[in-house]
């Protein structure tokens, strides 16, 4: 009776290496889809939510919150509580700026990876392609009105990703 050599066993211990680096690299990615796919949902949602408590509230328009969405909001989401946003360690924050540039006022639902306050080194940014080169204002936002960006204390161009823009941009 003959066995396996050494070298068979060699290599079809490679051949298995490569191919779960294959599958793994593939789950990654789908993984990373499935986030995106999971906030642009949720974000629809939070925007309807929004538009029904802006109707009930005589048209007022909530405040800025840091890092968190509006007092209130959750009687209006489907499930009655806060989402938690979709990437591991990323938060909802509702943002309410005046435009620099005199523009109407900028509203929209965004994203954050990082800390508020953080260094750099405390964020956890998507691996997709378009949060390449993001940095600690960065976000993947939603925007409602207005010149909507990563954050008003950035240039427009700062990066970050829009995720219901016609022509989705990344600055």
Not at 2 to 24: H, W, Y
Not at 101 to 106: A, K, L, N, V
Not at 112 to 120: E, K, M, V
Request: glycine share 12%.
């Amino acid at each position: 009776m003959k066995g396996f050599t050494l070298l068979e066993l060699l290599i079809v211990v490679a051949i298995i290496g490569i191919l779960s680096n294959v599958v793994m690299s593939n789950l990654g990615s789908a993984r990373g889809k499935a986030y995106e796919a999971r906030g642009k949902k949720e974000l629809r949602t939070l925007h309807e939510a929004l538009q029904m408590y802006i109707t009930d509230n005589g048209g007022r328009i909530p405040a800025d919150v840091s890092r968190g969405l509006p007092p209130g909001l959750e009687d209006y989401l489907p499930s009655g509580d806060w989402p938690s946003a979709p990437w591991p360690g990323s938060v909802y924050d509702w943002d309410v700026w005046t435009d620099p540039s005199g523009g109407p006022q900028i509203q929209q639902i965004s994203i954050r990876f990082c800390p508020s306050g953080g260094a750099l080194s405390t964020c956890k940014f998507p691996t997709e392609s378009w949060a390449t080169g993001f940095g600690v204002n960065s976000a993947a936002y939603y925007c409602i009105q207005g010149a909507c960006r990563s954050h008003i204390a950035e240039a427009i161009t700062y990066p970050g990703y829009c995720m219901n823009c016609v022509a989705t941009s990344t600055y």
